[in-house]
DNA sequence: TCATCCATGTAAAAAGTTACATGATTTT
DNA sequence: AAAATCATGTAACTTTTTACATGGATGA
């Protein structure tokens, strides 16, 4: 259920709408859903009927109809009660990658140089992207100056994973060769 | 389904139960199931019923019935096809403390050194756990010749992944700290 | 004109987890 | 004597994804 607390977060930062929240769901790299309407309107419903949330709907003579959503004192109690109890939970690896290379090493390994060439090339594009989106982002100056400091390690996170497995890529390709 | 192509990867190394295949991914880290049984023994029946594998029951006078499976020719193709058709995918990130730290900067940004020093703390429990069971699983041997490359580089990719996640605490609590 | 974006919502399916049920054996 | 392990299977539930449905506005 930590997509409700996600998006009451969102919404602390700003009130918007489901579609704004999708989008920002979207396009963050951190926030690991894949920003389908189902779950964000439901729970969007779901806590404005708990009074966390107070949605206003907004006719516009352009546009479709909206709903901007906005926590209410009771969200903001609801959240940081979370917050507060919540315990740091290290990740599990969930790394698609490393399930090929174990089938692979199973049944084909002659595969494994190649899979490895291709994932270091998916990197490498992956580092220029994620880089020119945290740099737009700045520019935006989306965040306020409380929260900056929690954003700027959140975005160094995800410069270091990927960083570490082109890395981690370029070793391995390395040692296979060397035998 | 990519678990059907991991539990014939498995079943590829060396025959056995839907109870060892079980264990097999509960202890390991980088398969990223619970090991439960419902998709296990489901996908054993599917894929038997497909002609990927055959199970021969083995009453024993000590201890129930099991049932081992073991790949058959047809399975070995399907797999095969299945490692020469795929394309190295890239991780997206699944951390849950990045998700922690985004709520706490927009909602209590002064729990974010608390949350860090967690994390770090259960890292390195993380870290001396998995070192130790890579450590025990090389010592029993597991793995063939040919798969052993692989096999190094997942342990490999694992440590680098927590480690990694270590020095990022660090390095931000630092950060935090000077400011 | 055709595709994409804005905007809200629903339906159906797939994937994954927890818990239940059973019963023998082994360990504490 | 109680708890854990071995071993197979099912039921119920949660989570997540993909696709469908609608319709105006904007852009190539």
New interface residues.
């Given amino acids: 259920m930590?997509i409700n607390?996600?998006i009451?977060?969102?919404l602390?930062?700003k009130p918007m709408s489901g579609y704004d929240i999708k989008k920002e769901i979207q396009a963050s790299?951190?926030?690991?859903w894949s920003g389908n309407n189902n779950q964000i309107y439901k729970a969007l419903t779901q806590m404005s009927g708990e009074g966390l949330l107070v949605g206003e709907t907004l006719h516009r003579e352009n546009g479709p109809t909206k709903k901007i959503y906005r926590i209410t004192e009771k969200g903001?109690q609801e959240?940081?009660k979370?917050?507060?109890e919540?315990?740091?939970?290290?990740?599990?690896?969930?790394?698609?990658?490393?399930?090929?290379?174990?089938?692979?090493?199973?049944?084909?390994?002659d595969?494994?140089a190649d899979?490895?060439v291709?994932?270091r090339e998916?990197?490498e594009e992956?580092l220029l992207i994620q880089n020119e989106l945290i740099r737009r982002n700045k520019a935006e100056k989306k965040?306020d100056q409380?929260?900056?400091?929690?954003?700027d390690?959140?975005y160094?996170?995800?410069i270091?994973?990927?960083r570490?497995?082109l890395?981690?890529a370029d070793?391995?390709l390395y040692?296979?060769k060397k035998?």
């Fill in positions: 930590s607390y996600t009451l977060g969102i602390k930062a790299s951190y926030l690991p903001i959240l940081s979370w917050i507060d919540t315990k740091a939970e290290i990740p599990d690896i969930k790394n698609p990658f490393l399930i090929q290379l174990y089938v692979a090493s199973m049944a084909e390994p595969r494994i899979l490895l291709q994932y998916q990197l992956q965040y409380k929260a900056l400091p929690g954003i390690m959140i160094d996170n995800v270091d994973f990927y570490t497995q890395e981690w070793t391995a040692k296979l035998e």
